[in-house]
Protein backbone atom coordinates (compact mmCIF):
# COMPACT_ATOMS: atom_id res chain seq x y z
CA UNK A 1 0.00 0.00 0.00
CA UNK A 2 1.17 3.69 -0.90
CA UNK A 3 0.68 6.42 1.35
CA UNK A 4 -1.01 9.80 0.91
CA UNK A 5 2.24 11.45 0.03
CA UNK A 6 3.23 8.91 -2.45
CA UNK A 7 -0.40 8.71 -3.68
CA UNK A 8 -0.94 12.55 -4.21
CA UNK A 9 2.29 11.85 -6.18
CA UNK A 10 1.40 9.42 -8.82
CA UNK A 11 -1.89 11.54 -9.36
CA UNK A 12 0.62 14.52 -10.16
CA UNK A 13 3.06 12.65 -12.48
CA UNK A 14 2.10 13.21 -16.21
CA UNK A 15 -0.95 15.32 -16.31
CA UNK A 16 -1.80 16.78 -19.29
CA UNK A 17 -2.98 20.27 -19.37
CA UNK A 18 -6.29 20.31 -20.78
CA UNK A 19 -6.48 22.89 -24.13
CA UNK A 20 -6.23 26.33 -24.39
CA UNK A 21 -9.50 28.21 -25.44
CA UNK A 22 -10.46 31.39 -26.13
CA UNK A 23 -13.88 32.57 -23.66
CA UNK A 24 -15.62 35.54 -22.55
CA UNK A 25 -14.19 37.16 -20.01
CA UNK A 26 -17.85 37.11 -18.61
CA UNK A 27 -17.30 33.34 -18.51
CA UNK A 28 -13.94 32.55 -17.18
CA UNK A 29 -14.40 32.89 -13.77
CA UNK A 30 -12.03 30.38 -12.03
CA UNK A 31 -10.24 29.65 -14.91
CA UNK A 32 -6.71 29.90 -15.51
CA UNK A 33 -4.96 32.24 -17.91
CA UNK A 34 -3.27 30.07 -20.75
CA UNK A 35 -1.00 33.08 -21.93
CA UNK A 36 0.12 36.06 -20.25
CA UNK A 37 -2.38 39.08 -21.35
CA UNK A 38 -1.29 42.44 -22.14
CA UNK A 39 -3.32 45.76 -21.62
CA UNK A 40 -4.50 47.11 -24.98
CA UNK A 41 -4.78 50.62 -23.51
CA UNK A 42 -3.59 52.59 -20.68
CA UNK A 43 -5.45 51.92 -17.14
CA UNK A 44 -6.43 55.00 -16.30
CA UNK A 45 -6.89 55.74 -19.53
CA UNK A 46 -6.07 59.52 -19.01
CA UNK A 47 -5.09 61.24 -15.62
CA UNK A 48 -7.94 61.43 -13.41
CA UNK A 49 -9.39 63.25 -10.78
CA UNK A 50 -9.70 60.89 -7.71
CA UNK A 51 -11.98 63.81 -6.19
CA UNK A 52 -14.29 65.95 -6.37
CA UNK A 53 -13.04 69.38 -5.86
CA UNK A 54 -11.11 71.76 -7.38
CA UNK A 55 -8.25 71.00 -10.59
CA UNK A 56 -5.18 73.83 -9.66
CA UNK A 57 -2.21 74.45 -11.13
CA UNK A 58 -0.20 76.31 -8.30
CA UNK A 59 1.82 79.46 -8.58
CA UNK A 60 2.07 79.59 -4.61
CA UNK A 61 -0.54 81.56 -3.73
CA UNK A 62 -3.83 80.32 -2.14
CA UNK A 63 -6.09 82.10 -4.09
CA UNK A 64 -6.95 80.21 -7.94
CA UNK A 65 -9.25 82.46 -10.56
CA UNK A 66 -11.86 79.29 -11.41
CA UNK A 67 -12.09 79.15 -15.25
CA UNK A 68 -14.45 76.22 -15.94
CA UNK A 69 -15.51 72.85 -14.96
CA UNK A 70 -14.90 69.13 -15.94
CA UNK A 71 -17.33 66.54 -15.04
CA UNK A 72 -17.03 62.65 -15.39
CA UNK A 73 -17.47 61.43 -19.04
CA UNK A 74 -16.50 65.16 -20.91
CA UNK A 75 -14.33 65.07 -23.46
CA UNK A 76 -12.61 68.43 -21.95
CA UNK A 77 -8.69 69.62 -21.76
CA UNK A 78 -8.69 73.54 -20.55
CA UNK A 79 -5.22 75.11 -20.93
CA UNK A 80 -4.80 75.71 -17.16
CA UNK A 81 -1.91 78.25 -16.72
CA UNK A 82 -0.54 78.97 -13.31
CA UNK A 83 -3.12 80.58 -10.67
CA UNK A 84 -5.97 79.25 -12.35
CA UNK A 85 -8.68 76.33 -11.17
CA UNK A 86 -11.17 74.42 -12.89
CA UNK A 87 -13.70 73.32 -10.71
CA UNK A 88 -13.33 68.80 -11.25
CA UNK A 89 -15.40 65.76 -10.15
CA UNK A 90 -14.24 62.49 -9.38
CA UNK A 91 -13.62 60.12 -12.58
CA UNK A 92 -13.46 63.04 -14.62
CA UNK A 93 -10.22 63.93 -17.05
CA UNK A 94 -7.54 66.46 -15.45
CA UNK A 95 -6.38 69.03 -17.32
CA UNK A 96 -2.57 68.39 -18.39
CA UNK A 97 -1.02 71.74 -16.45
CA UNK A 98 -2.95 70.72 -13.29
CA UNK A 99 -0.70 70.17 -10.18
CA UNK A 100 -2.93 69.29 -7.89
CA UNK A 101 -6.49 68.44 -6.88
CA UNK A 102 -7.64 70.52 -4.09
CA UNK A 103 -10.38 68.50 -2.22
CA UNK A 104 -13.62 70.14 -2.08
CA UNK A 105 -13.61 70.49 1.60
CA UNK A 106 -10.84 72.60 1.49
CA UNK A 107 -12.27 74.97 -0.96
CA UNK A 108 -13.97 78.35 -0.58
CA UNK A 109 -15.97 79.81 -3.87
CA UNK A 110 -16.70 84.07 -4.22
CA UNK A 111 -16.99 85.31 -7.64
CA UNK A 112 -14.85 83.05 -9.67
CA UNK A 113 -12.00 83.16 -7.04
CA UNK A 114 -11.43 80.12 -5.35
CA UNK A 115 -9.77 80.05 -1.76
CA UNK A 116 -7.97 76.73 -0.99
CA UNK A 117 -6.67 76.06 2.47
CA UNK A 118 -4.51 73.73 3.27
CA UNK A 119 -2.89 73.50 -0.36
CA UNK A 120 -2.55 69.99 -1.37
CA UNK A 121 0.35 68.39 -2.25
CA UNK A 122 1.96 68.18 -5.40
CA UNK A 123 -0.19 65.76 -7.81
CA UNK A 124 -2.29 64.92 -4.97
CA UNK A 125 -5.60 63.27 -5.77
CA UNK A 126 -4.83 62.71 -9.24
CA UNK A 127 -4.60 58.85 -10.45
CA UNK A 128 -1.61 59.14 -13.20
CA UNK A 129 -2.25 57.54 -16.80
CA UNK A 130 -1.38 54.29 -16.37
CA UNK A 131 -1.04 54.32 -13.39
CA UNK A 132 -2.79 50.69 -13.58
CA UNK A 133 -1.26 49.29 -15.79
CA UNK A 134 0.26 50.82 -18.88
CA UNK A 135 0.02 49.71 -22.92
CA UNK A 136 1.29 46.56 -23.78
CA UNK A 137 2.52 45.60 -20.78
CA UNK A 138 1.53 42.33 -18.90
CA UNK A 139 -1.69 42.88 -17.07
CA UNK A 140 -2.34 39.40 -15.49
CA UNK A 141 0.05 36.65 -16.32
CA UNK A 142 -0.43 33.13 -17.40
CA UNK A 143 -2.07 30.83 -14.21
CA UNK A 144 -3.39 33.48 -12.48
CA UNK A 145 -6.88 32.35 -11.95
CA UNK A 146 -9.50 34.56 -12.56
CA UNK A 147 -11.53 35.54 -9.69
CA UNK A 148 -14.77 38.46 -9.84
CA UNK A 149 -11.44 41.38 -9.33
CA UNK A 150 -9.71 39.78 -12.13
CA UNK A 151 -12.60 39.79 -14.12
CA UNK A 152 -13.27 43.35 -13.45
CA UNK A 153 -10.01 44.57 -14.12
CA UNK A 154 -9.70 43.24 -17.60
CA UNK A 155 -13.57 44.19 -18.27
CA UNK A 156 -12.32 47.84 -17.24
CA UNK A 157 -9.31 47.42 -19.87
CA UNK A 158 -12.13 46.83 -22.62
CA UNK A 159 -10.94 43.33 -23.49
CA UNK A 160 -13.72 40.91 -24.61
CA UNK A 161 -12.04 37.54 -24.57
CA UNK A 162 -8.90 35.54 -22.79
CA UNK A 163 -7.49 32.54 -23.61
CA UNK A 164 -7.82 29.88 -21.16
CA UNK A 165 -7.29 26.10 -19.79
CA UNK A 166 -10.98 24.94 -19.87
CA UNK A 167 -12.56 22.60 -17.40
CA UNK A 168 -12.10 18.84 -17.90
CA UNK A 169 -15.16 16.80 -18.58
CA UNK A 170 -16.33 15.02 -15.38
CA UNK A 171 -18.43 12.20 -15.31
CA UNK A 172 -19.53 10.40 -11.93
CA UNK A 173 -20.59 6.22 -12.08
CA UNK A 174 -22.69 5.25 -9.20
CA UNK A 175 -22.65 1.47 -8.36
CA UNK A 176 -24.46 -0.42 -5.37
CA UNK A 177 -27.89 -2.45 -5.87
CA UNK A 178 -29.00 -1.28 -2.58
CA UNK A 179 -29.28 2.17 -3.69
CA UNK A 180 -32.73 3.83 -4.43
CA UNK A 181 -33.68 7.37 -5.15
CA UNK A 182 -34.55 10.02 -2.97
CA UNK A 183 -38.76 9.90 -3.58
CA UNK A 184 -39.40 6.46 -3.98
CA UNK A 185 -40.17 4.51 -0.78
CA UNK A 186 -37.05 2.35 0.95
CA UNK A 187 -37.19 -0.97 1.14
CA UNK A 188 -35.74 -3.00 3.64
CA UNK A 189 -32.26 -3.43 3.16
CA UNK A 190 -32.14 -0.54 0.86
CA UNK A 191 -30.46 3.07 1.39
CA UNK A 192 -30.67 6.45 -0.64
CA UNK A 193 -27.81 7.18 -2.53
CA UNK A 194 -26.14 10.41 -1.61
CA UNK A 195 -23.07 10.27 -3.68
CA UNK A 196 -23.68 11.32 -7.07
CA UNK A 197 -25.77 14.38 -5.97
CA UNK A 198 -22.65 14.86 -3.01
CA UNK A 199 -19.73 14.52 -5.80
CA UNK A 200 -22.16 16.95 -8.31
CA UNK A 201 -22.27 19.47 -5.75
CA UNK A 202 -18.87 19.45 -4.30
CA UNK A 203 -17.76 19.32 -8.18
CA UNK A 204 -20.49 22.59 -8.77
CA UNK A 205 -19.04 24.29 -6.08
CA UNK A 206 -15.73 24.63 -8.03
CA UNK A 207 -17.08 25.63 -11.09
CA UNK A 208 -17.90 22.24 -12.28
CA UNK A 209 -21.81 22.89 -13.36
CA UNK A 210 -22.12 20.15 -15.69
CA UNK A 211 -21.63 16.50 -14.56
CA UNK A 212 -23.15 13.39 -16.32
CA UNK A 213 -23.93 10.50 -13.30
CA UNK A 214 -24.73 7.13 -14.63
CA UNK A 215 -25.95 4.73 -12.39
CA UNK A 216 -25.61 1.08 -12.67
CA UNK A 217 -26.27 -2.57 -10.52
CA UNK A 218 -23.60 -4.48 -9.02
CA UNK A 219 -22.84 -6.71 -12.18
CA UNK A 220 -19.89 -6.92 -14.15
CA UNK A 221 -21.11 -6.41 -17.67
CA UNK A 222 -23.01 -3.37 -17.15
CA UNK A 223 -20.49 -1.68 -14.99
CA UNK A 224 -17.64 -2.36 -17.79
CA UNK A 225 -20.37 -0.86 -20.23
CA UNK A 226 -21.31 2.05 -18.64
CA UNK A 227 -17.29 2.72 -17.69
CA UNK A 228 -16.44 2.27 -21.35
CA UNK A 229 -19.20 4.89 -22.80
CA UNK A 230 -18.66 7.23 -20.12
CA UNK A 231 -14.96 7.36 -20.99
CA UNK A 232 -15.80 8.63 -24.27
CA UNK A 233 -17.48 11.71 -23.35
CA UNK A 234 -15.31 12.21 -20.18
CA UNK A 235 -12.13 13.68 -19.06
CA UNK A 236 -12.11 12.34 -15.75
CA UNK A 237 -14.42 9.54 -14.43
CA UNK A 238 -15.50 9.40 -10.86
CA UNK A 239 -17.05 5.63 -9.85
CA UNK A 240 -18.67 5.46 -6.26
CA UNK A 241 -18.57 2.03 -4.80
CA UNK A 242 -17.93 -1.34 -5.87
CA UNK A 243 -13.63 -1.19 -5.63
CA UNK A 244 -13.43 -3.28 -2.76
CA UNK A 245 -12.87 -6.79 -2.48
CA UNK A 246 -16.55 -8.38 -1.93
CA UNK A 247 -17.82 -10.43 -4.14
CA UNK A 248 -20.12 -7.49 -5.83
CA UNK A 249 -17.83 -5.48 -6.22
CA UNK A 250 -16.80 -5.49 -9.89
CA UNK A 251 -15.66 -2.08 -10.41
CA UNK A 252 -11.37 -2.58 -10.62
CA UNK A 253 -12.12 -5.55 -12.88
CA UNK A 254 -14.21 -3.41 -15.33
CA UNK A 255 -11.82 -0.87 -15.20
CA UNK A 256 -9.18 -3.41 -16.17
CA UNK A 257 -10.88 -5.06 -18.45
CA UNK A 258 -11.95 -1.34 -20.47
CA UNK A 259 -8.18 -0.75 -20.52
CA UNK A 260 -7.75 1.53 -18.21
CA UNK A 261 -4.02 1.08 -16.61
CA UNK A 262 -4.28 0.72 -12.47
CA UNK A 263 -1.63 3.68 -11.09
CA UNK A 264 -2.61 2.81 -7.45
CA UNK A 265 -4.73 0.94 -5.38
CA UNK A 266 -5.44 1.40 -1.83
CA UNK A 267 -4.19 4.02 0.22
CA UNK A 268 -2.65 3.89 4.09
CA UNK A 269 -4.89 6.39 4.91
CA UNK A 270 -8.40 6.59 6.92
CA UNK A 271 -11.06 7.79 5.22
CA UNK A 272 -10.46 6.17 1.79
CA UNK A 273 -8.03 3.01 2.14
CA UNK A 274 -9.48 1.80 -0.91
CA UNK A 275 -9.27 4.59 -3.23
CA UNK A 276 -7.94 3.25 -6.85
CA UNK A 277 -6.19 5.54 -9.45
CA UNK A 278 -5.91 4.68 -12.96
CA UNK A 279 -5.64 6.17 -16.57
CA UNK A 280 -6.30 5.21 -19.88
CA UNK A 281 -4.41 7.26 -22.18
CA UNK A 282 -5.16 11.37 -21.00
CA UNK A 283 -8.11 10.19 -18.90
CA UNK A 284 -8.29 9.63 -15.72
CA UNK A 285 -10.02 7.29 -13.51
CA UNK A 286 -10.71 7.50 -9.83
CA UNK A 287 -12.71 5.33 -8.12
CA UNK A 288 -14.04 6.47 -4.68
CA UNK A 289 -15.29 3.79 -1.84
CA UNK A 290 -18.73 4.08 -1.75
CA UNK A 291 -18.87 4.99 2.08
CA UNK A 292 -20.49 8.88 1.46
CA UNK A 293 -17.67 10.37 4.36
CA UNK A 294 -14.93 8.36 2.36
CA UNK A 295 -15.86 9.31 -1.13
CA UNK A 296 -15.74 13.07 -0.15
CA UNK A 297 -12.42 13.15 1.64
CA UNK A 298 -11.38 11.24 -1.39
CA UNK A 299 -12.11 14.30 -3.87
CA UNK A 300 -11.34 16.87 -1.92
CA UNK A 301 -7.92 15.29 -1.45
CA UNK A 302 -6.93 13.91 -4.63
CA UNK A 303 -9.75 14.19 -7.21
CA UNK A 304 -10.12 18.28 -6.37
CA UNK A 305 -5.87 18.73 -6.48
CA UNK A 306 -6.08 16.82 -10.22
CA UNK A 307 -8.57 18.75 -11.50
CA UNK A 308 -7.15 21.90 -10.67
CA UNK A 309 -4.06 20.96 -12.31
CA UNK A 310 -5.44 20.05 -15.53
CA UNK A 311 -6.73 23.24 -15.64
CA UNK A 312 -3.41 24.60 -15.09
CA UNK A 313 -3.78 26.41 -11.93
CA UNK A 314 -0.74 27.21 -9.99
CA UNK A 315 -2.37 26.17 -6.58
CA UNK A 316 -4.21 22.94 -6.47
CA UNK A 317 -6.48 21.55 -4.39
CA UNK A 318 -8.37 22.50 -1.27
CA UNK A 319 -6.32 25.68 0.48
CA UNK A 320 -4.50 24.73 3.75
CA UNK A 321 -3.54 26.33 6.78
CA UNK A 322 -2.20 25.64 10.31
CA UNK A 323 -4.16 25.91 13.64
CA UNK A 324 -3.63 24.58 17.32
CA UNK A 325 -5.58 21.72 18.32
CA UNK A 326 -8.39 22.03 20.86
CA UNK A 327 -7.71 18.63 22.55
CA UNK A 328 -5.52 16.32 22.71
CA UNK A 329 -6.19 13.21 20.24
CA UNK A 330 -5.08 9.97 20.01
CA UNK A 331 -4.73 7.85 16.21
CA UNK A 332 -5.57 4.42 16.23
CA UNK A 333 -4.16 2.44 13.64
CA UNK A 334 -1.20 2.84 11.65
CA UNK A 335 -2.83 5.28 8.85
CA UNK A 336 -2.55 8.74 8.05
CA UNK A 337 -6.11 10.81 8.81
CA UNK A 338 -7.95 13.13 7.57
CA UNK A 339 -10.35 14.12 10.19
CA UNK A 340 -13.77 16.08 9.94
CA UNK A 341 -12.93 19.29 11.99
CA UNK A 342 -14.19 23.02 12.86
CA UNK A 343 -12.07 26.06 12.70
CA UNK A 344 -12.64 28.69 15.04
CA UNK A 345 -10.22 31.58 15.16
CA UNK A 346 -6.90 30.18 15.99
CA UNK A 347 -7.79 26.58 17.17
CA UNK A 348 -9.25 23.54 15.27
CA UNK A 349 -11.59 21.01 16.88
CA UNK A 350 -12.06 17.51 16.00
CA UNK A 351 -15.61 16.43 15.63
CA UNK A 352 -16.80 13.57 16.92
CA UNK A 353 -18.37 10.58 14.42
CA UNK A 354 -15.52 10.04 12.16
CA UNK A 355 -16.43 6.98 10.54
CA UNK A 356 -16.21 6.68 6.58
CA UNK A 357 -20.21 6.56 6.83
CA UNK A 358 -20.59 9.45 8.51
CA UNK A 359 -22.20 12.59 6.52
CA UNK A 360 -23.94 13.87 9.70
CA UNK A 361 -20.31 14.86 11.10
CA UNK A 362 -18.73 16.19 7.69
CA UNK A 363 -22.05 18.27 6.97
CA UNK A 364 -20.72 20.59 10.38
CA UNK A 365 -17.01 20.65 9.45
CA UNK A 366 -14.78 23.47 8.21
CA UNK A 367 -11.59 21.56 7.20
CA UNK A 368 -10.09 18.43 7.42
CA UNK A 369 -7.09 17.95 10.26
CA UNK A 370 -4.29 15.58 8.40
CA UNK A 371 -2.72 13.45 10.69
CA UNK A 372 0.32 12.22 8.54
CA UNK A 373 0.97 8.34 9.30
CA UNK A 374 4.42 9.38 11.55
CA UNK A 375 2.07 10.92 14.29
CA UNK A 376 0.67 9.18 16.91
CA UNK A 377 -0.48 11.71 19.56
CA UNK A 378 -1.31 14.94 18.75
CA UNK A 379 -1.45 17.20 22.10
CA UNK A 380 -4.08 19.87 22.64
CA UNK A 381 -2.01 23.61 21.50
CA UNK A 382 -0.40 21.25 19.18
CA UNK A 383 -0.06 22.76 15.55
CA UNK A 384 -1.98 20.80 13.01
CA UNK A 385 -2.52 20.62 8.94
CA UNK A 386 -5.74 21.75 8.03
CA UNK A 387 -7.66 21.58 4.44
CA UNK A 388 -10.13 24.17 3.89
CA UNK A 389 -13.14 23.28 3.16
CA UNK A 390 -15.32 26.08 1.72
P1 LIG B 1 -18.92 -0.14 -1.39
O1 LIG B 1 -17.71 0.71 -1.51
O2 LIG B 1 -19.66 -0.31 -2.65
O3 LIG B 1 -18.58 -1.44 -0.74
O4 LIG B 1 -19.90 0.62 -0.39
C1 LIG B 1 -19.49 0.90 0.93
C2 LIG B 1 -20.65 1.47 1.71
O5 LIG B 1 -21.04 2.69 1.15
C3 LIG B 1 -21.87 0.61 1.76
O6 LIG B 1 -22.46 0.70 3.03
C4 LIG B 1 -22.78 1.21 0.71
O7 LIG B 1 -24.13 0.95 0.95
C5 LIG B 1 -22.44 2.66 0.83
N1 LIG B 1 -22.63 3.35 -0.44
C6 LIG B 1 -22.10 2.95 -1.62
N2 LIG B 1 -22.46 3.77 -2.60
C7 LIG B 1 -23.24 4.70 -2.05
C8 LIG B 1 -23.94 5.82 -2.57
N3 LIG B 1 -23.88 6.15 -3.85
N4 LIG B 1 -24.68 6.58 -1.71
C9 LIG B 1 -24.74 6.24 -0.40
N5 LIG B 1 -24.08 5.21 0.15
C10 LIG B 1 -23.36 4.43 -0.67
MG1 LIG C 1 -21.18 -1.46 -3.32
Not at 137 to 142: D, F, I, N, P
Not at 172 to 185: F, K, R, S, Y
Not at 269 to 278: A, C, E, M, N, V
Not at 331 to 353: P, T, Y
Amino acid sequence: MITVEQALLKIEADLKLTQATSVLVKNALGLALAADVLSPINMPPFAQSAMDGFAICENGSQNFKLIGEIKAGDDANPILKPGEAVRIFTGAAVPNAATAVARQEDCSVENNCVKIHPLPREMANIRPMGEQTKKDETALQKGHVLNAASIGFLAGLGIEKVTVFTRPKVAILITGNELAQAGTPLKHGQIYESNATMLAAALQSFGFAEVEIATVKDDFSSTKKQIEELLQRCDVLLCSGGISVGDYDFVGSALQKVGVDEVFYKVLQQPGKPLYFGKKEEKLVFALPGNPAAALTCFYVYVLKALHILMGKNSAGLPRTRKKISANYNRKGGRAQFLKAHILGDVVQILEGQSSAMLHTFAQANALVYVPLEKENLEKGEIVECLIIE
